[in-house]
């Protein structure tokens, strides 16, 4: 029985070295996407992201003007903030109770979020280049945005790199980093509103 065990060992250590794993992870989990319209959908939605968050820093246009009392820029990071706090719970609760509709549900949950994140991201490019020089103003503003950030990084890897070795490691990330980003955003919330 031993002498059949060496070849399979021998073809396991090829598997390990090989310069697709070396690369793309566990079995090439990275790779397997490449016909998954959801996550060619994914990364359009980011790179949509940063294109117009790169427009909005350096101005060439501006959302600037006033609907109502607030810039329209901040009805936009406020519609898109407020999506994320009562989706993310949502989600978390029917995904438990109605496991049959886990499809439908990891749709919503990873294109709502990427497209507040688009959103979010333009409000902040917006804001970081209004203030250009005068960064401190940014304050929890800048945390939260980075707490979002993170929340993505990780959630598309968990979402599109299943089987990975580092997801083991985003979860719990991911996890605490929702848990930070309603602390944070309670936080920017009342003092946006002049309460703390």
Do not use: C
């Not at 790169?54 to 329209?72: H, K, N, P, Q, T």
């Not at 490019?125 to 020089?133: D, E, F, H, I, M």
């Amino acid at each position: 029985m031993a002498e059949f065990d060496e070849p399979v060992n021998v073809k396991r250590r090829k598997q390990l070295t090989s310069p697709k794993l070396l690369v793309f992870g566990n079995g090439g989990h990275f790779l397997k996407h490449y016909r998954n319209s959801e996550f060619w959908a994914s990364l359009l939605i980011l790179l949509v992201t940063v294109f117009f968050s790169a427009v909005a820093y350096v101005r060439w246009y501006s959302l600037g003007f006033f609907v109502g009392s607030l810039f329209f820029v901040h009805w936009l990071g406020l519609a898109a903030t407020s999506f994320i706090a009562a989706l993310v719970p949502v989600y978390y609760v029917l995904k438990r109770r109605r496991p049959q509709k886990i499809k439908t549900l990891l749709k919503i949950h990873v294109f709502g979020n990427l497209t507040s994140f688009l959103l979010v991201s333009v409000h902040f490019a917006q804001n970081t280049g209004r203030l250009s020089g005068f960064y401190p103003r940014l304050e929890d503003g800048f945390v939260l945005f980075l707490v979002l950030s993170i929340i993505v990084a990780t959630g598309m890897l968990e979402r599109f790199g299943a089987g990975h070795k580092l997801v083991k490691y985003t979860k719990p990330v991911h996890r605490y980093a929702v848990a930070i980003f309603y602390l944070v955003m309670t936080i920017h919330v009342l003092q946006s509103l002049n309460i703390i």
